[in-house]
């Protein structure tokens, strides 16, 4: 009797905890790829100067345009403890309100306590137009030549 | 006492219908307290009525946030047009707004001090030892209760706080489930909010009032608080015994009018802050933790977080844990900090304490940087291990030197640690709410 009392006890908590995690998962089922918010048109590349960087509000992301025009789209989050990160245009530098973090235009840290550069998204060039994925965020550790996306007919 | 020897009271009237509900309400205050206690236990300085100021707190503070729930509705945006309407239209609503506010900031300090208190008269052995765990456990609900609330008026100082404060997980391990867990894997956002109001107005009152039962039950089968003289396994000294009816429920009623009373003064001058509505895309500088965290906020400025945030803190807890475990239980209870020798011990180490903490605090501020010292080595060693060890030996060489010098025993010894990390962490949090500004820059 004891032990049929205990087994009920137990199935019934099994059930209240698979209860629990459906309500704390409702996404499930629907699909969030190609959720069409999750694409931005940031423009055409000729509306970029070369050194330049553009806020997207929206997306909380910068288009960068480097030196040798190249894009790049960082993540406007500090990895150190997550504020949104503001572009200093006098001292080219991104600045951390919080903890007073650095970043260079490419998102290298330029000074601590940020662990790592700033996060990038996907990016892709289609008839001169720049669309930036913002569904997956990208880690990485620092900056690499292979992040930088060049329109087909700018030279490297 | 004039009442000490009045031992036939008269029944209660029974005459009166009006009088029924009170006296039911009497009756259940007699019944959870005992008839009798010990004349010593009175005394204002043995308790100084934290625990029962605690219970006057949380009760003012479930009445105040239900009312705040009627009106509040927790969705990012409206949460902060709610808050603006409880503020500015509701009759009374603003008072209602600052009773809770300040109740709580209240809690923490007065929760805080309770334990002290315990600890500091040794309240914690024998069978009293569960009721430090349960204490334990209350505090920490009690300061998740403030955070999950301090997230629901939803303006900038809240979003920013909760933002950082959730990011610190990144930091410990496995924590970055937890942080997709309650985030949607981003930002803090919908999710976030409704989780912290279920937590905030739900589940943690619930706990809460679980364990405030256990915790008053508990005291009544450990034969009530300690007092001078009380010695475990030592029944034959008989305390002089005095009626709890009125001696206790006057003194009980006088500490909470006089709180309630001071609660809604400071209510009626001073209103709880609202920030302007949050705004994901743009951080306030500086963007800090609540005061009750900013001891931690300001660990994490000379540490590296895996050790700010996660083993600082849990030593600390296990340690806060297991005091009554690993020191000598059959030693003298309820006399204030032991014996006058590790009074002084202690008071040498609350100032050591005063002086060596800001010290290190510039010191890594202005001269030393283990970053720059050690470009090669990996952030979790530079800035955390190393930094962690060598306060680490200090603090033990500071413990062993005291116990030689005073000739502690193990209860005195632990104590005088115990006043150092205390006085520690005060200062700690003191320097993170005041002395920082923007960009978390030393200010004065
Ligand atoms: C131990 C108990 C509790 C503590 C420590 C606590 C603490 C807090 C804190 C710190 C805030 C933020 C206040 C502000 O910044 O304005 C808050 C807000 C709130 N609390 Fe509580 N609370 C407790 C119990 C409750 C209960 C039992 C309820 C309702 C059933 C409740 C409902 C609310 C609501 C609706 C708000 C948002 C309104 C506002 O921010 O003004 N609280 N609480
Ligand atoms: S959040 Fe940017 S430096 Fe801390």
Not at chain 2, 212 to 222: P, V
Not at chain 2, 413 to 426: K, M, S, V
């Amino acid at each position: 009797m004891k032990i049929l009392w205990t087994g009920l006890g137990f199935i019934a908590i099994a059930e209240f905890i698979a209860l629990c995690v459906s309500f704390l998962n409702p996404k499930k089922g629907k699909t969030v790829s190609g959720n069409s918010d999750n694409i931005i048109e940031a423009g055409t590349i000729d509306s970029f100067q070369p050194e330049s960087v553009t806020a997207f509000v929206r997306g909380k992301f910068y288009l960068v345009c480097l030196k040798d025009g190249g894009f790049l789209a960082l993540s406007s989050k500090c990895t150190h403890l997550g504020c949104s990160v503001p572009w200093n245009e006098e001292e080219k530098k991104f600045i951390c309100p919080c903890h007073a973090s650095q970043f260079d235009m490419t998102g290298k840290v330029l000074s601590s306590p940020a662990p790592r550069a700033l996060d990038i998204y996907k990016i892709k060039i289609v008839n001169m137009n720049i669309i930036v994925d913002i569904s997956r965020i990208i880690k990485r550790a620092g900056f690499a030549k292979e992040q930088v996306i060049y329109p087909e007919n700018v030279k490297r | 006492m004039q009442n000490e020897s009045r031992d036939h009271e008269p029944a209660n009237s029974k005459k009166m219908l009006a009088a029924k509900p009170f006296n039911t309400f009497v009756s259940f205050i007699k019944h959870i307290h005992p008839v009798k206690i010990p004349l010593s236990s009175l005394a204002f300085k043995c308790t100084w009525g934290l625990g029962g100021m605690s219970l006057v707190l949380a009760f003012m503070l479930m009445v105040t946030g239900i009312l705040m729930q009627l009106a509040y509705k927790p969705l990012p945006g409206i949460a902060y047009e709610s808050v603006q309407l409880i503020k500015n239209d509701i009759l009374f609503g603003q008072l209602v707004r600052n009773i809770h506010y300040f109740s709580a900031n209240f809690l923490v300090i007065v929760a805080f001090c309770h334990m002290l208190r315990v600890f500091f008269t040794s309240g914690f052995y024998g069978t009293r030892r569960v009721n430090w765990i349960i204490g334990i456990c209350i505090f920490l609900l009690i300061l998740l209760s403030c955070f999950t609330g301090y997230l629901l008026p939803w303006d900038q100082t809240a979003y920013w706080a909760v933002t950082i404060c959730i990011n610190m997980f990144e930091y410990i391990p496995s924590g970055s489930f937890f942080k997709n867990f309650v985030t949607d894997g981003y930002e803090v956002s919908t999710r976030t909010l409704q989780m912290f109001f279920t937590l905030h107005t739900t589940l943690i009152p619930s706990i809460l009032i679980i364990l405030f039962a256990i915790h008053f039950w508990k005291i009544r089968k450990a034969g009530g608080v300690v007092f001078p003289g009380t010695h475990h396994a030592d029944d034959n000294i008989k305390p002089v015994m005095v009626k709890s009816n009125p001696n206790l429920f006057l003194r009980e009623t006088v500490v909470g009018a006089v709180l309630i009373a001071f609660i809604l003064s400071i209510s009626l001058v001073f209103n709880a802050p609202l920030d302007d509505i949050a705004n994901s895309g743009l951080s306030p500088n500086p963007a800090k933790a609540p005061w009750y965290f900013s001891g931690l906020q300001e660990l994490l400025v000379h540490f590296h977080p895996l050790f700010a945030v996660f083993i600082i803190p849990v030593l600390a807890l296990l340690l806060l844990f297991f005091t009554p475990f690993i020191t000598d239980t059959a030693a003298q209870k309820g006399v204030w900090f032991i014996s006058d020798k590790a009074k002084k011990a202690g008071f040498i180490s609350a100032l050591f304490s005063i002086i060596c903490v800001p010290g290190f605090i510039l010191l890594d501020e202005y001269v030393v940087n283990f970053q720059l010292l050690m470009p090669d080595m990996v952030g979790v060693i530079s800035t955390g291990l190393i930094p962690f060890s060598i306060v680490i030996a200090f603090i033990f060489i500071f413990y062993y030197l005291m116990k030689r010098k005073f000739n502690l025993s193990i209860n005195e010894a632990f104590q005088t640690i115990f006043i150092f990390l205390t006085t520690a962490y005060i200062v700690l949090t003191v320097t993170g709410t005041w002395l920082r500004g923007p960009g978390m820059k030393l200010i004065w």
